[in-house]
């Protein structure tokens, strides 16, 4: 996305060479990251308290944050008591210091994008510094429904959005999510206008958008040909050997759904006995916050479902299900090219950009099983095969139903879903952003 621009990457320093180059960039400004062949991008490590990290990222973040937007909560978990209004500071404190060194890093008039809901109620702190910014606020998860927002208390529910409103541009993936950040505003009592997506707020107005990013399906398709990722291949094909392949790509992480989606694996076997020894399921799905306790007891649940299926219908010569979790990207590019099937039943999810990565690389006409739940669904929807991520049965149909399907149909569908993957690649996409701002901001500076 930034290779032909330049540019400051503000990121909190977690190494202990992070932190070095953190401490350089304080007494010095910015350290070279990399050099790109038409621009040149830099990196400003913050060194942040690590008390503050923990509470700002794991606590407020990931268990509160990310498990809100994708329905996750558990509403019976106490969100006002003390515990919860500590953490609340030290997400303030941390989003505090990332505005502050974005207002000390940025040109004047230059743009700044701000990522996702770590760093929500940051557009506002510096607006507050910096009024002569451009600022784009991009949320990639999924946005909570109206009614599932109100389990955060109050004020924080309140700071998150006007925090997002102190942006320009505030971007999400799919139009659901864009909608439900709306009437999230309107029942803060903020002024909306659903048509125009529009946002008036006590500092401003702020433009909702949408703005569907796809992958670079020419890079992904140049990626194939990498020694490791033929490696990966040939290691896949031997496992595999003549069955055919239902593969899955992804983090370990609970909104992936993968243990219902190993479970319909294993309810299709059932429904379909003449398939064993003819199918396997492979599933990549590397470790993800494996810190958090409710990480590890989703990866053993996994693991468990896996056994369960395989103890079931396997045979010495035949394992139904195999389970990965290495985190490397040229073997789940060879997945998704080998694959037959692509599984993506996430419970929600802001894009997935696994089945347009699927669509770029296969070369065997996959068909893709996708969740409705998705922000993909918004337009792969046509091409892909619904389900419901809850209906293990439906999600055991549908895999039937797509290894069924005349090689000639499922052509037609590849072809459509990388039409879709192609439509907004991330250059194209930065670039529309940076046309909205412009056009939003015109009293500020070009970048």
Request: hydrophobic share 45%.
């Amino acid at each position: 996305m930034l290779a032909d621009r330049d540019g400051v990457w503000v990121a909190a320093a977690r190494t202990e060479g992070d932190r070095v180059m953190a401490r350089r960039a304080d007494a010095g400004g910015v350290l070279s990251l990399v050099d790109l062949p038409e621009g040149r991008v830099a990196v400003r490590g913050l060194e942040l308290d690590p008390w503050d990290y923990e509470a700002y990222y794991s606590s407020v973040g990931t268990q509160i944050l990310w498990f809100l937007h994708h329905h996750l909560l558990d509403e019976a978990r106490p969100r006002d008591d003390a515990g919860f209004r500590a953490d609340w500071a030290a997400y303030l404190r941390v989003n505090e210091r990332f505005a502050a060194a974005c207002a000390e890093t940025a040109a004047p008039g230059a743009v700044v994008l701000l990522q996702d809901y770590h760093l929500a109620v940051a557009p506002a702190m510096l607006r507050a510094r910096r009024p002569d910014v451009r600022i784009a606020h991009f949320t990639m998860c999924p946005w909570a429904e109206p009614q599932r927002f109100r389990q955060l208390p109050a004020g924080a529910a309140r700071a998150l959005v006007e925090g997002m409103l102190g942006a320009d541009v505030v971007a999400f993936l799919a139009n659901r999510w864009a909608d439900s950040f709306l009437r999230c505003c309107a029942e803060l009592g903020l002024e909306v206008d659903h048509r125009t997506r529009r946002v008036r707020h006590p500092a401003g107005e702020a433009a909702v958008r949408v703005y569907r990013v796809g992958v670079d399906v020419a890079a992904l398709r140049d990626r194939c040909g990498h020694p490791r990722v033929r490696l990966a291949a040939r290691e896949l094909d031997a496992l595999v050997g003549d069955c055919r392949l239902v593969a899955r790509v992804e983090r370990m992480e609970p909104a992936k759904n993968a243990v219902r989606g190993i479970t319909g694996f294993g309810e299709f076997l059932a429904a379909h006995p003449e398939q064993a020894g003819r199918v396997v399921h492979h599933v990549i799905a590397y470790t993800s916050r494996a810190g958090l306790d409710s990480y590890r007891r989703y990866a053993r649940q996994v693991q468990a479902a896996a056994r369960a299926v395989n103890r079931r219908f396997g045979t010495p010569a035949w394992t139904p299900v195999r389970v990965e979790t290495v985190n490397d990207f040229d073997r789940g590019i060879a997945l998704m090219a080998r694959a037959d099937v692509l599984v993506v039943n996430p419970v929600r999810d802001g894009m997935n950009l696994v089945a347009k990565e699927c669509a770029a690389v296969n070369d065997r006409d996959a068909a893709v099983i996708l969740s409705r739940e998705t922000g993909a669904a918004e337009e792969l929807g046509g091409a892909a095969l619904l389900v419901d991520p809850f209906d293990t049965a439906q999600l055991a149909d549908t895999i039937a139903t797509a290894l069924a399907m005349p090689r000639s149909d499922r052509r037609r569908r590849l072809q459509a879903l990388r039409a879709g993957a192609m439509a907004l690649p991330p250059r194209r996409w930065l670039a529309t952003v940076l046309v909205d701002l412009s056009t939003l901001a015109p009293a500020a500076t070009s970048p």
